[in-house]
C-alpha cells in the first residue's frame, strides 16, 4: 500500500515542511529513528537544492506501508539551468553555490538508491531509502509523482499498488473536480482497493464503482501484471491513460468512458503483452497524453520514480491535479 504527498518549494519554510512530511511517512512506514533520522537529513537536502539552485521545485514523497520491503520514495522535480557535472557534485565538498557541499554526497550516502537526470530544461532526482531490516536495492518496480493542483491543499489524484499472490495490481484514480471533495473520492477508491477481496481488475473496478455512489465519482484504472508471465490485464472508466512503452514505440491501453460511482459504467478487462524491457505508464489528466516515448530519449531505463517526475516536469497540464506511475515488469 502507497501513501503519497508532495511539497511545492518556494521558500525557506517550505524546507521544514518537506522534512516533516518526508518524517512523517518514514514513520508510518516503520522506519526506526535512525531511519527518520536520515530521511529527515535527505529531504533537507533535497529541498534546500530545490530552492538554491533553481529558486523552487517539487518534492514528492511515497512511502510503502505495511509490506516486508518497506521503503520511502523522494522525488525532486525543477526547472532550473540542470547540473553540468554530476560526479563533482556528488563529491564532498564540492559547490556551485558557496555552500559546504555536503548535499548530494549526503543523500548518495543515506539512500539505498539514488538516480538522476539532468539536462538545461531541469533536473529530476530520485532517492529511495529502505528500513534498516530490510535493506535491500531490489524492489524497484514501481514509482509515483503526486501533486495537488496549485492553490489546493487536497489533491484530488491518488494511485496504490497491491502485491498479491498471482502478481503486483495498481491503481490510478482521478476525483472529479479539485479540492476536498475530489480527494474524498480518491480516497475512497483507494481504501476500497486496499481491503476488497481480489478477483480481477475489472472486479475491483466494479466494486469501487459501488463504494463511490456516495462521492461525486471518480475516473479510475488498474493494472494487473501477472506474476512470470508476460501479460497485463488492464480494466479503466473515464480519463485515465495508460501505455505500454517498449523502445520508441508505445501501445495504449483501452479505457472506456464514464465515472465510477455515477453507475452504468461499462468496463472491460483487456489483456497486453508486457516485454521484459517494457515499461507500463499509467496517469491521471493531469498530464497531457501527448508525449512520445522519444521526448524522454534515454530517461525511459531510469529509476520509475525519477520517470514519472519527468512526465511531472515536461508535460503537467498546470491546471489540474496530478497522478503518475511508471511499472517495470
Given amino acids: 500500500m502507497i501513501e ?4 511545492r518549494l518556494l521558500d525557506r519554510s517550505s524546507v521544514a515542511e518537506a522534512r516533516r512530511s518526508a518524517v512523517e511517512h518514514a514513520a508510518r512506514a516503520g522506519f526506526d529513528d535512525p531511519g527518520r533520522s536520515d530521511v529527515a537529513i535527505v529531504a533537507t537536502e533535497l529541498a534546500t537544492n530545490l530552492l538554491r539552485h533553481a529558486r523552487s521545485g517539487v518534492l514528492s514523497v511515497s512511502s510503502r506501508l505495511q509490506c516486508t520491503d518497506g521503503k520511502l520514495l523522494l522525488v525532486a522535480v525543477d526547472q532550473g ?3 553540468a557535472d554530476l560526479d563533482k557534485c556528488f563529491a564532498d565538498g564540492y559547490s556551485s553555490a558557496g555552500s559546504s557541499g ?3 554526497g549526503a543523500i548518495s550516502r543515506l539512500s539505498t538508491v539514488v538516480d538522476v537526470y539532468s539536462t538545461p530544461k531541469g533536473t529530476v532526482l530520485a532517492a529511495e531509502l529502505m528500513r534498516a531490516a530490510h535493506g535491500s536495492a531490489g524492489s524497484r518496480r514501481v514509482g509515483g509523482f503526486t501533486l495537488a493542483k496549485e492553490g489546493q ?7 496504490d499498488c497491491r502485491t498479491l499472490d498471482g502478481g503486483l495490481a495498481v491503481l490510478v484514480c482521478d476525483g472529479l473536480g479539485h479540492g476536498t471533495f475530489a480527494s474524498h473520492a480518491s480516497r475512497e477508491a483507494v481504501d476500497t482497493f486496499r481491503h476488497a477481496e481480489w478477483r480481477s481488475a475489472k472486479d475491483m473496478l466494479a466494486t469501487i464503482d459501488r463504494a463511490l455512489h456516495s462521492t461525486r465519482g471518480a475516473a479510475g484504472a488498474i493494472a494487473f501484471i501477472e506474476t512470470g508471465t508476460n501479460r497485463v490485464r488492464y480494466c479503466g472508466v473515464g480519463n485515465i491513460s495508460a501505455c505500454i512503452v517498449t ?3 508505445s501501445r495504449h491501453l483501452v479505457s472506456h468512458n464514464g465515472i465510477l460511482g455515477h453507475g452504468a459504467a461499462r468496463m472491460t478487462e483487456f489483456d497486453y503483452d508486457l516485454a521484459a524491457e517494457s515499461l507500463l505508464v499509467m496517469h491521471s489528466d493531469g498530464i497531457s497524453a501527448r508525449w512520445q516515448p522519444a521526448d524522454l530519449g534515454g530517461a525511459w531505463g531510469r529509476h520509475p520514480g525519477l520517470v514519472a517526475g519527468l512526465l511531472y516536469r515536461d508535460f503537467a497540464r498546470g491546471s489540474d491535479d496530478v497522478a503518475a506511475v511508471v511499472i517495470k515488469p
Fill in 247 to 249: 523502445g520508441d514505440v
Fill in 81 to 83: 539551468p540542470g547540473i
Fill in 153 to 159: 491543499d487536497a489533491n484530488g489524484d491518488a494511485w
Fill in 4 to 7: 503519497s504527498s508532495a511539497i
Fill in 102 to 104: 555536503t548535499g548530494l
